[in-house]
């Protein structure tokens, strides 16, 4: 009679086998990977988007007590297009008149140069192409936007000063507590506002907590009235606030631009105010993750 395996040896085996295989997998994706030098970043049924790890490159330093920061970094990305994905792009280009149809639009090729300090991504060169490679259309020396979670850019923002400071662009923007409570309140006809602070978007610059926030508005039925996205400056030690620029959502209107009914001006937020809870959650932020706020830091 055939005497049967231990069951501990057998677990043990096919512990080491799924990891075997584990490990081959990976391999053959990361080869999959390397063939072209892309490193995959995400995909939906739209984009698909890439980096090129060794297009990395430090263009500008700033030297401070610490050292050397890197102030520019320039790199290499890639996007490839669904049919939607094509003429979602087209559309926003204002480019009917050139790619006639978007399934010859297979993927675009873009050199980016990143300002950490001012979370700003700038396309220096972009060229859309075909799926043999042949240039569609292609400009240079784009407008220099700032990146927050509203920007299609992101991923390849996060990618890069990863690969320079690695310290957690990504994993934040992942993160359950990416967004904080800065606020809520509730008036007597049941209307109800809720605020949050984008921690991704949170550095300190002097006294200044700068961020971006979302303010929704929401009846007492909970239909949505009204959404303000804002980039705030927040001087901490004396609760004062300026909001930079922002957008305002409604049902009837959709997105437009917030005019600023301060001109630039701090507005004092009044300690007894709802508001104030945001100014204290902020600068209990401030001091338990100060590291995260003055990350690429140039100010000693």
Not at 187 to 207: Q, S, Y
Request: contains cysteine; hydrophobic residues 40%.
């Amino acid at each position: 009679m055939e005497r049967e395996e231990n069951p501990m040896r057998y677990a043990l085996r096919l512990f080491f086998a799924v990891c075997a295989l584990a490990v081959m997998l990976a391999v053959q994706m990361g080869a999959a990977y390397a063939a072209d030098g892309w490193y995959w970043l995400s995909s939906d049924d739209k984009y698909s988007k890439f980096y090129d790890p060794s297009s990395v490159v430090v263009t500008h330093t700033a030297s401070t007590s610490r050292g050397k920061i890197a102030t520019e970094i320039a790199a290499w990305t890639k996007t490839s297009y669904s049919y939607e994905g094509a003429k979602e792009t087209i559309d926003a280009y204002g480019l009917k008149a050139v790619i006639l149809d978007p399934s010859q639009f297979a993927y675009s090729l873009a050199e980016i140069v990143i300002n950490p300090q001012n979370r700003t991504l700038q396309y220096a060169k972009e060229e859309f192409c075909d799926a043999s490679g042949k240039v569609l259309w292609s400009h240079a020396d784009g407008r220099a936007k700032e990146i927050t979670s509203q920007e299609f850019d992101e991923g390849f923002y996060d990618a890069v000063v990863d690969q320079v400071f690695a310290i957690g662009e990504a994993k934040r923007a992942k993160a359950d507590d990416r967004w904080i409570t800065l606020w809520d309140s509730v008036a007597p006809d049941g209307t109800r506002m809720h605020v949050t602070g984008d921690t991704t978007t949170m550095r300190m610059k002097g006294e200044n907590l700068i961020f971006w926030k979302w303010a929704e508005t929401k009846d007492s039925a909970g239909h949505v009235m009204e959404i303000q996205f804002q980039k705030a400056a927040v001087n901490l030690p004396q609760g004062t606030e300026r909001i930079i620029k922002g957008t305002r959502w409604t049902p009837a209107s959709g997105w437009k631009d917030l005019d600023d009914d301060m001109d630039g001006a701090y507005r004092m937020i009044p300690p007894t105010s709802v508001a104030y809870k945001g100014i204290e959650k902020l600068r209990a932020y401030a001091a338990g993750y100060s590291m995260w706020l003055n990350r690429y830091s140039i100010e000693d």
